[in-house]
């Protein structure tokens, strides 16, 4: 029997990202998983098809004073996450991953998935900027395309 969707995903996030290697990347396990929706219920979403899940996108809402130490360097992915507060209102929003199966990709999940997670979020923050790590080309794009939809500003730390 080949491999599940799920097991699919979690080998190319690990490819794709080596956050077993790189200690200042968030690694996704069930604590990172309650953390992150203790911060909002929206952080983590995925589109699924009858086999599990075929895209997965991971967000968090934050501080402008969290993200402008992301951007300068002085803090790392990890950070975001330790670091962001609960229970107050949330004016940034960092667009950590957005990860889907090889054979669903040009379909826009990743750009679906995250606008929804955007707008949800504002419903109930005031979110005022985006924020991303220029990972890659793909990332780039999907930021920038999320970000003119969103009519919010962008930033990106550098790779």
């Not at 993200?67 to 360097?73: A, D, L, N, T, V």
Request: hydrophobic residues 40%; proline residues 5%.
């Amino acid at each position: 029997m080949g491999e599940t969707n799920l097991e699919r995903m979690i080998k190319l996030a690990e490819e794709f990202f080596e956050t077993k290697n790189n200690p200042a990347q968030i690694s996704i396990d069930e604590q990172v998983m309650a953390r992150l929706h203790e911060i909002h219920p929206a952080a983590v979403t995925e589109k699924k098809d009858e086999n599990g899940p075929i895209a997965w996108l991971i967000v968090i809402p934050t501080t402008q004073e969290i993200m402008r130490k992301f951007i300068s360097g002085a803090a790392d992915e990890r950070n975001i996450l330790d670091d962001t507060p609960l229970g107050i209102r949330y004016d940034a929003l960092y667009l950590c991953s957005a990860l889907v199966l090889p054979e669903y990709r040009g379909r826009g999940l990743a750009r679906e998935l995250t606008i929804s997670a955007v707008r949800s979020i504002r419903q109930q923050h005031p979110i005022g900027h985006l924020f991303y790590w220029a990972f890659s080309e793909e990332g780039r794009k999907l930021a920038t395309a999320v970000a003119r939809e969103s009519s919010l500003p962008l930033s990106a730390r550098a790779g």
